[in-house]
């Protein structure tokens, strides 16, 4: 008898596994630590880490701005997030670019060896005093700026992803893609961040937004937001709230063959709105299950 059970219930189990793979969203979730703390600039603790894994969220993309901050990922964070079977997205840190030259964080070069092999994408903001949001004047700075750290990058088989920031010099996807092309670099991406995209070009432009960065799409983050808002405290909610469907986002990203990560921006949310960081992630998880349930 036992023999005659065994494939029935082979077939049973690769049945039920093919069933949970099938209400799996094709793209790892994971959270920026600006949805983790209350305020910008504070360390990830354990618990922190420990809750994440816990939501279900595949891992984190924590700010790394200042020796502390990398010490802090390298040292603690890092086996933290081993220790939970959480990876490591991506690491944010900026460089400025203004008309004499450029000056990125030391921190990136320091550290890229201890991300080897991680997968981890350095995310990379360009600011400027010169130059005005957008401006394809600072595009030659812009370009020598990244082509060095993305060359860095690849010495340990790693890549950049250039974050559209409302008011940086690269404020929109346009401005992303039009710099990661000029590099020639294979390993420069650009990020999609529906806060700052809502801000800077509003919902209409999605679909053209998306096409144009879909060659180097390598990032995108989500939130809950208000369509027409114009401040981040309509243009950063928890998942479960705003009048945006990211349910019609992540549709798109789907139908366009979008397959990378996508991180849950959560800037300010518990000054803005009153809600605690452990509330956000809870109700966004919950937000994000019911959007892959409805879209298998």
């Known amino acids: 008898m036992s023999l005659m059970r065994i494939p029935f219930c082979g077939i049973l189990v690769c049945g039920l596994l093919a069933a949970v793979a099938g209400a799996q969203p094709a793209n790892e979730f994971f959270a920026m630590d600006t949805a983790m703390v209350k305020k910008l600039g504070t360390r990830l603790e354990r618990s922190d880490i420990e809750r994440l894994a816990a939501l279900g969220y595949r891992g984190i993309g924590p700010i790394a701005s200042d020796p502390a901050a990398w010490q802090h990922l390298r040292e603690t964070l890092i086996p933290w997030l081993d220790a939970n079977k959480l990876k490591l997205y991506a690491v944010y840190s900026s460089a400025r670019v203004d008309r004499g030259g450029f000056n990125i964080d030391p921190g990136i070069r320091q550290n890229l060896a201890a991300l080897k092999g991680r997968g981890t994408i350095v995310w990379l903001p360009l600011t400027s005093k010169d130059f005005k949001p957008s401006d394809p004047t600072g595009d030659v700075m812009a370009v020598a700026a990244v082509g060095e750290v993305a060359d ?71 939130n809950g937001a208000d369509r027409n808002g114009k401040d981040w405290g309509h243009l950063i909610q928890p998942l479960d709230r705003g009048d945006f469907d990211a349910g ?17 921006q959560g800037y300010d949310v518990a000054n ?18 019911d959007y892959v349930k409805r879209s298998h």
């Open 152 to 222: 860095a990058a690849a010495k340990y088989g790693l890549s950049v992803s250039l974050y559209p920031h409302f008011g940086n010099l690269i404020e929109r996807v346009e401005d992303a893609v039009r710099i990661a092309d000029k590099t020639r670099r294979h390993n420069v991406g650009v990020t999609f961040n529906l806060c700052h995209w809502l801000r800077t070009d509003g919902p209409d432009s999605m679909d053209r937004v998306l096409k144009l960065a879909m060659p180097r799409l390598s990032l995108v983050t989500i």
């Open 248 to 264: 019609d986002l992540l549709a798109a990203l789907e139908r366009l063959g979008y397959r990378g990560p996508i991180g849950l």
């Open 272 to 289: 803005y709105l009153r809600i605690e960081p452990a509330e956000n992630l809870r109700r966004s998880m919950a937000a994000w299950r």
